[in-house]
């Protein structure tokens, strides 16, 4: 409804294959090939595995990304199934067996936690391991850009002015945590260092 009463016409169930000129080369149901023109073409792409997992000894999904167990431990491409060593993946570059979901920011934030988790388990065995299953939805805030937002989760959505408020909170909410929100951290040989401080050798 958002885009309608702008004038953005929406055309599902299509593939943009290619660019000629000012046109958009798409794909319409998987046959029919059809040209959209355009004044500007804003090209967003999916998430791509970096190279370097092409070249690592782990397993990886079909689309190149690698194949992780419930606690971020990668498989060997040639070892045994039930053997796991030492190599953990999380966020966009790694998959969780038998829980496919999109590359969105959302899942890559909440499997840091049990990344943390799992890499002081096996470096000093402090923590207790810490088995991570992706959430199946979330929540998306679209703004309008004149004062209200469009909330979608799953097949549900709605619009209303209140939701920008929420989301701009949220957005601030998140920023913080990366700047002022910083924990101190103690350095055993120079006592405190200051949330924010900048190091260089």
Known sequence: RALAERGI???????AVGVEGNAL????????HKALPFDECVWCTQAAPPALLSRCPVQLDDGGFALVDEYQRC??????????????????CASVLGCPRPKAGVFAVM???????N????????????AH??????LGLLGTGDGSCVASRGELAFQ?????????????????QYTRG????????????????????
Request: hydrophobic share 45%.
């Open 133 to 138: 299953w992706p959430q199946r939805s979330f």
């Open 111 to 117: 499997a840091g936690m049990a990344l943390y988790a």
């Open 9 to 15: 016409e929406v055309v599902a169930n299509c593939e």
């Open 75 to 92: 498989w060997l491409r040639d070892g045994d199934d039930d053997e796991r060593p030492a190599i953990f993946a999380a966020g966009d």
């Open 182 to 201: 910083l924990p101190e951290m103690r350095d055993d040989e120079e006592g405190i260092i200051a949330a924010g401080a900048t190091a260089a050798a």
């Open 119 to 130: 890499l002081a388990h096996e470096c000093t065995g402090a923590a207790e391991p810490l």
């Open 25 to 32: 080369t798409c794909v319409l149901g998987g046959e029919e």
């Open 160 to 176: 209303a002015d209140w939701l920008w408020d929420l989301k701009d909170w949220i957005d601030r909410k998140w920023m913080w």
